[in-house]
């Protein structure tokens, strides 16, 4: 009885110390990248009023309304 409750921590903790290890070993994150306050154009993501009348006009001359 005392072998299979041996066995069984044995097995934990070499189950769970890669975890652990993986847990503590993990690489801190980066701080933040400043804001620019350039006017460097648009960010990405945000279509400018030229790329919207474009796809407005595709859309309509594929027949979406």
């Known amino acids: 009885m005392k072998k299979i409750i041996l ?3 044995a097995v934990l903790a070499v189950s769970t110390s ?3 290890a993986k847990k503590h070993a993990a ?3 980066a701080p ?3 804001a620019s306050t ?3 154009g ?3 993501g945000q279509p400018s009023a030229a790329d919207r ?3 407005m006009k595709n859309k309509r001359d ?3 309304k």
């Open 7 to 9: 066995v069984g921590l």
């Open 18 to 20: 890669p975890v652990l």
């Open 27 to 29: 690489k801190p994150k």
């Open 32 to 34: 933040a990248a400043a």
């Open 38 to 40: 350039g006017g460097a």
């Open 42 to 44: 648009p960010m990405m």
């Open 53 to 55: 009348e474009m796809y």
């Open 62 to 64: 594929s027949g979406m």
